[in-house]
């Protein structure tokens, strides 16, 4: 439920960025919701890794760490440019730096949606591995 929260959250966020950047919104809220998407996903693959933990459950690390590292890559992407474009002055160039971010974002959107969809793949496997015992 709590992944379920965080990617509802995550969409909310990245049509936010996408809005702003084609209503060409000031640069500090462009960057602030660039920001909250950074923030979700680090809860995501917190979440995500915390349950691996807890539960031990190595086909769920099997399955969900290689997603996992391209989730984190994103992140990675999007903070790396959300930080350069603090740096830019020119209009013209700041617009086309920020029309980079919607594609990083729905990346973004892309891999998490990979990732809730292999996690409760497993958890409905463990579920009817259950119902034969």
């Known amino acids: 439920i709590y992944l379920d929260t965080q990617t509802e959250g995550l969409v909310l966020s990245i049509q936010s960025l ?6 060409d919104d000031a640069v500090s809220i462009i960057r ?4 909250d998407i950074v923030t979700l996903v680090g809860k995501v693959l917190s979440s995500t890794e915390t349950a691996i933990s807890n539960t031990g459950n190595t ?3 099997d399955r969900a760490e290689p997603v996992m590292r391209t989730l984190s890559d994103c992140r990675t992407r999007l903070l790396n440019a959300n930080s350069e474009g603090e740096s830019i002055h ?6 086309e730096h920020n029309n980079r971010l919607p594609p990083m974002a729905f990346e973004i959107a892309r ?3 990979e990732l809730v969809n292999r996690v409760e793949q497993i958890y409905n496997e463990a579920a009817d591995d259950d119902d034969f015992r």
């Open 59 to 61: 086909t769920l690390r």
């Open 32 to 35: 602030d919701h660039a920001n």
């Open 90 to 95: 020119d209009p013209a160039r700041l617009k």
């Open 18 to 23: 996408v809005g702003s950047v084609r209503a």
């Open 111 to 113: 891999e998490t949606k």
